[in-house]
């Protein structure tokens, strides 16, 4: 289960404390963001957070970008300016050109800025999700998007694409049952987080089956999409409903994009690109929440991403297959018996089940103290009772060598405690 907020004692000298939504009652704690804030010993590997390591950041580009738009006094004024709430026009703009790179075509009316993918997923929960309405997702799933979403307080149902008993009757029976219908149909279809997997073709059009059968929304969370290093591409989710539907207005998907794994996540620029009738609303809901993501972040953002970001991915490529390699070789050599991980294609995260018995929450304040590495507990990927043995490791931060030596401790404390195991 995920980590509640912690309440004050005060609150019971504060009356209106009690008054909270009912929805705050399913607010939770990222856990990821809860261990991050202990890990400042530099003593400790981290293999927790999906943190692009800031010596890939095209730190020049984005100097040049500022120096050249202070410069500038009209560019200066309009970056410290109010601006529009669907975003940066350039910037929009550009959006388009790079969609249709990835077989979307649409205008900028279908383009919606925002401060990060992160905002893309609360505003599209606040837009589509009713109490009782059903997510269809994925278990393991991004902790971010069940954060996002639950706060609407919402029913999840995990998403089989590979047969079983989840035909869209059951969907639907399943969403009945808790009093709303299905609304949203969440996934990370390139190397997810945290799984690493990547749906193939077949899945991807049976996911829009289901889709189209239930009458939901897709939310395809492209963050790690750029980041194939092996592999043949395969279509966008949206690439394809858009072939379905007949074009980005037909299509029962939306695409959401961020700039924060190739770029600089600090700037904390995303998109969403879908059809006129949902962007519409989603404007609505981005001038009550902020009136428009930060018009100087926009700005430096576009120019970078048309002056380099071509360039830069293949930096990023080649720098973070050597990573994930490191991890899977050091997996290989030093996991014990009944271990099991994933081979990812793309992304920043290998994911481990341990040997049954094991609990990955339990081990952690061990593998810190002892192991000294840090990893995020699987538990905390399910929105039900599930991934008690699994953790996710990331190998975005670390080099090779750094990498290869914590795992290989971190092994070494799963080979002990798999051998105290009973019987």
């Given at each position: 289960?995920?980590?509640?907020?912690?309440?004050?004692?005060?609150?019971?000298a504060?009356?209106w404390?009690?008054?909270?939504?009912?929805?705050?009652?399913?607010m939770v704690a990222?856990?990821?963001?809860?261990?991050?804030?202990i890990?400042?010993?530099?003593?400790?590997?981290?293999?927790?957070g999906?943190?692009?390591?800031?010596?890939?950041?095209?730190a020049?580009?984005?100097?040049?970008?500022?120096?050249?738009?202070?410069?500038d006094p009209?560019?200066?004024?309009?970056?410290?300016?109010?601006?529009?709430?669907?975003?940066d026009?350039?910037?929009?703009?550009?959006?388009?050109?790079?969609?249709?790179e990835?077989?979307?075509t649409c205008?900028?009316?279908?383009?919606?800025?925002?401060?990060?993918?992160q905002?893309?997923?609360?505003?599209?929960?606040?837009?589509?999700l009713?109490?009782?309405?059903?997510?269809?997702?994925?278990?393991?799933?991004?902790?971010?998007?069940?954060?996002a979403?639950?706060?609407?307080?919402?029913?999840y149902?995990?998403?089989r694409?590979?047969?079983?008993?989840?035909?869209?009757?059951?969907y639907?029976?399943s969403?009945?049952?808790h009093g709303?219908?299905?609304?949203?149909?969440?996934?990370?279809?390139?190397?997810?987080?945290?799984?690493?997997?990547?749906?193939?073709?077949?899945?991807r059009?049976?996911?829009?089956?289901?889709?189209?059968a239930?009458?939901?929304l897709?939310v395809e969370?492209?963050?790690?999409?750029?980041?194939r290093?092996?592999?043949?591409?395969?279509?966008?989710?949206?690439?394809?409903?858009c072939?379905q539907?007949?074009?980005?207005?037909?299509a029962?998907?939306?695409?959401?994009?961020?700039?924060?794994?190739?770029?600089?996540?600090?700037?904390r620029?995303?998109w969403?690109?879908g059809?006129?009738?949902?962007?519409e609303?989603?404007?609505?809901?981005?001038q009550?929440a902020?009136?428009?993501?930060?018009t100087?972040?926009?700005?430096v953002?576009?120019?970078?991403?048309?002056?380099?970001?071509?360039?830069?991915?293949?930096?990023?490529?080649?720098a973070?297959?050597?990573r994930?390699?490191?991890?899977?070789?050091?997996?290989?050599?030093?996991?014990?018996?009944?271990?099991?991980?994933?081979?990812?294609?793309?992304g920043?995260?290998?994911?481990?089940e341990?040997p049954?018995?094991?609990?990955?929450?339990?081990?952690?304040?061990?593998?810190?103290?002892?192991?000294?590495?840090?990893?995020?507990?699987?538990?905390a990927?399910?929105?039900?009772?599930?991934?008690?043995?699994?953790?996710?490791?990331?190998?975005?931060?670390?080099?090779?060598?750094?990498i290869d030596?914590?795992?290989?401790?971190?092994m070494?404390?799963v080979t002990e405690?798999?051998g105290r195991?009973?019987g």
């Amino acid at each position: 289960m995920l980590a509640t907020v912690s309440t004050s004692s005060d609150h019971a000298a504060q009356p209106w404390a009690a008054q909270f939504a009912s929805r705050a009652g399913g607010m939770v704690a990222s856990e990821i963001r809860e261990l991050l804030k202990i890990l400042a010993r530099p003593d400790v590997i981290s293999f927790a957070g999906g943190i692009p390591d800031p010596a890939l950041f095209p730190a020049d580009q984005l100097r040049q970008a500022c120096a050249e738009l202070f410069a500038d006094p009209a560019r200066r004024a309009a970056g410290l300016q109010y601006s529009l709430s669907e975003g940066d026009p350039a910037l929009r703009a550009w959006i388009v050109s790079h969609m249709a790179e990835q077989g979307v075509t649409c205008t900028p009316e279908n383009v919606l800025i925002t401060t990060g993918a992160q905002q893309a997923l609360d505003f599209i929960g606040k837009l589509m999700l009713s109490p009782g309405d059903t997510v269809i997702a994925s278990a393991p799933t991004y902790l971010g998007a069940l954060q996002a979403f639950s706060a609407y307080e919402p029913h999840y149902e995990r998403l089989r694409l590979d047969g079983g008993n989840a035909t869209p009757a059951h969907y639907l029976d399943s969403a009945r049952a808790h009093g709303g219908r299905p609304k949203l149909l969440y996934v990370v279809p390139d190397f997810a987080n945290p799984s690493g997997e990547t749906l193939d073709l077949a899945q991807r059009r049976r996911l829009l089956e289901l889709a189209d059968a239930t009458c939901t929304l897709v939310v395809e969370d492209a963050a790690y999409r750029q980041l194939r290093y092996a592999g043949e591409p395969v279509p966008s989710v949206t690439a394809l409903a858009c072939q379905q539907g007949g074009g980005i207005e037909g299509a029962c998907s939306v695409y959401c994009g961020t700039f924060s794994k190739t770029l600089a996540p600090g700037l904390r620029v995303g998109w969403i690109v879908g059809p006129r009738a949902v962007i519409e609303k989603l404007v609505l809901i981005k001038q009550a929440a902020d009136l428009h993501s930060g018009t100087l972040d926009q700005a430096v953002i576009g120019a970078v991403a048309r002056a380099c970001l071509a360039d830069r991915l293949p930096v990023l490529r080649d720098a973070y297959r050597r990573r994930r390699d490191a991890m899977l070789a050091a997996l290989a050599s030093s996991a014990p018996a009944g271990t099991r991980w994933s081979r990812p294609d793309g992304g920043l995260f290998v994911w481990v089940e341990l040997p049954d018995g094991l609990d990955a929450r339990a081990l952690l304040p061990r593998a810190i103290e002892e192991a000294k590495v840090a990893y995020v507990p699987g538990s905390a990927f399910f929105f039900d009772e599930g991934g008690a043995n699994t953790l996710r490791l990331s190998f975005s931060l670390a080099d090779e060598a750094t990498i290869d030596r914590g795992v290989r401790s971190l092994m070494g404390l799963v080979t002990e405690m798999a051998g105290r195991r009973p019987g």
